[in-house]
């Protein structure tokens, strides 16, 4: 298996080296998904310098991304419904942290501003895209309203992952009369304007910390506001987010890919057949785990090559094209990271049998929580009908690939 690149080490010289903090988190992971407890893991966490990566990291996505990648991958093959709420912090921060924004200094001193914020009082980011289960697909429960020098916030959204550990609440939501905007605010637990609701998912990915979230006339000042209206930064600044969000979210599920991959090994290894020899040792099976391993360095490999096209978007507007590319391929990426954990950790599951879910084996837990990746953040058929409409589209499908 190609081993994952190593974390830098050198952003403070005196601490442990980053690949050691993070062997640390994931051994702090492990105890805190089998105590059901996840307060030391959190402030481990929030002691050690992953969680600011992308400060660290400012201006610098490509190699932000592959760190990013390294951690979540490592966290998704412990616990994906945690690694999915830190990879929600991660990819707001990573938004904040390196959207390329050319001549629009009021977007970029608010960037600094959070920045800032996140590193000085060691911040965690939650956030909500205020989408709620309408009758309507694509309903947004919440609303925002001008009043004096600021805005008073409404309703109520789905969605919100990490929301009892979140400091710093990134949103999207509508201006009234204005259209989508996107806020930040400080403090997100006991504000009296923020209530933190119930899980969403009563008893699924419940380590996601995925909650309602409802806003009672919350104000916001202005300088909460990041970006709005319909300047060309704020469309540019949502697809550069979800870029990042569709990049980092196949991480941690081809985490739990690789990990099952690995029970797969253990379990081969150490079974005897009838004829007591080592069930790794029959061929079929080497033939077998030989597709489950190829199926995931594929995908694997399709999320790093789009996560180096986001690192070519340097400056905006003048890289929009590489944008809108790397925004594709992010959804294919997402779309195929996602999908290859999905089938690894059921073709794991029937390799291994009903002891994967005997003996808090660690398949269990992996297979109730992969099953969450391809719905979301897009769901399959919006990706699916994107790459549909590209290869049916008036030019010849051979050389308008995603690679040409
Ligand atoms: C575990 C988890 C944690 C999450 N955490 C957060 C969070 O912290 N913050 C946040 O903002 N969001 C979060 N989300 C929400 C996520 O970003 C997406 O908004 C969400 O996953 C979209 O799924 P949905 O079922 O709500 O979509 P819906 O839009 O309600 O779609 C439901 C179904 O309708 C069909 N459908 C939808 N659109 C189309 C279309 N255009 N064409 C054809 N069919 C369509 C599909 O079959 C789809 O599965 C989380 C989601 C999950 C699963």
């Known amino acids: 298996?190609?081993?994952?690149?190593?974390?830098?080490?050198?952003?403070?010289?005196?601490?442990?080296?980053?690949?050691?903090?993070?062997?640390?988190?994931?051994?702090?992971?492990?105890?805190?998904?089998?105590?059901?407890?996840?307060?030391?893991?959190?402030?481990?966490?929030?002691?050690?310098?992953?969680?600011?990566?992308?400060?660290?990291?400012?201006?610098?996505?490509?190699?932000?991304?592959?760190?990013?990648?390294?951690?979540?991958?490592?966290?998704?093959?412990?616990?994906?419904?945690?690694?999915?709420?830190?990879?929600?912090?991660?990819?707001?921060?990573?938004?904040?942290?390196?959207?390329?924004?050319?001549?629009?200094?009021?977007?970029?001193?608010?960037?600094?501003?959070?920045?800032?914020?996140?590193?000085?009082?060691?911040?965690?980011?939650?956030?909500t895209n205020s989408k709620v289960h309408g009758r309507a697909l694509g309903t947004i429960g919440t609303v925002a309203r001008r009043e004096g020098d600021?805005?008073?916030?409404?309703?109520?959204?789905?969605?919100?992952?990490?929301?009892?550990?979140?400091?710093?609440?990134?949103?999207?939501?509508?201006?009234?009369?204005?259209?989508?905007?996107?806020f930040a605010i400080a403090p997100m637990q006991r504000n009296p304007g923020i209530e933190i609701g119930s899980y969403l998912f009563p008893s699924a990915m419940l380590d996601s910390d995925t909650r309602r979230i409802t806003f009672h006339d919350l104000f916001v000042p202005e300088e909460g506001l990041i970006a709005g209206g319909k300047s060309p930064s704020t469309s540019a600044l949502f697809a550069f987010e979800m870029a990042w969000h569709q990049l980092l979210i196949p991480a941690l599920y081809l985490g739990a890919a690789a990990r099952a991959i690995e029970e797969v090994r253990r379990f081969l290894r150490s079974t005897l057949g009838r004829d007591k020899r080592p069930l790794a040792e029959l061929d079929g099976m080497v033939i077998d785990v030989g597709r489950l391993a190829l199926d995931y360095e594929s995908a694997r490999s399709v999320v790093r090559y789009a996560g180096d096209e986001l690192g070519a978007v340097r400056r905006l507007p003048r890289d929009a094209e590489q944008l809108e590319r790397a925004l594709y391929l992010a959804s294919g990426a997402k779309y195929a990271g996602t999908r290859c954990a999905e089938q690894v950790v059921a073709a794991a599951r029937r390799i291994i049998g009903a002891r994967a879910f005997a003996d808090g084996h660690p398949l269990e837990r992996l297979s109730g929580e992969v099953i969450f990746g391809p719905l979301g953040p897009e769901v399959s058929a919006v990706i699916e009908r994107r790459y549909g409409r590209q290869a049916l589209a008036d030019r010849p499908f051979v050389g308008v690939s995603a690679e040409s």
């Open 150 to 182: 600021g805005f008073r916030i409404t309703g109520q959204a789905a969605y919100t992952s990490l929301a009892t550990q979140g400091d710093l609440l990134v949103f999207i939501t509508e201006i009234e009369g204005e259209g989508p905007a996107v």
């Open 1 to 127: 298996m190609i081993a994952s690149p190593p974390l830098k080490s050198e952003l403070h010289p005196g601490s442990p080296d980053l690949a050691t903090q993070l062997g640390e988190l994931v051994a702090a992971l492990e105890a805190a998904v089998a105590r059901r407890e996840f307060g030391e893991f959190y402030r481990l966490f929030r002691a050690s310098e992953l969680p600011f990566l992308p400060v660290a990291y400012e201006g610098e996505s490509r190699p932000l991304f592959h760190q990013c990648f390294t951690a979540l991958h490592q966290l998704g093959g412990v616990s994906p419904a945690t690694a999915l709420a830190i990879e929600n912090h991660f990819y707001v921060s990573a938004t904040i942290a390196t959207f390329p924004t050319d001549h629009d200094p009021v977007l970029d001193k608010r960037r600094h501003a959070l920045l800032a914020a996140i590193s000085n009082g060691r911040w965690l980011v939650a956030n």
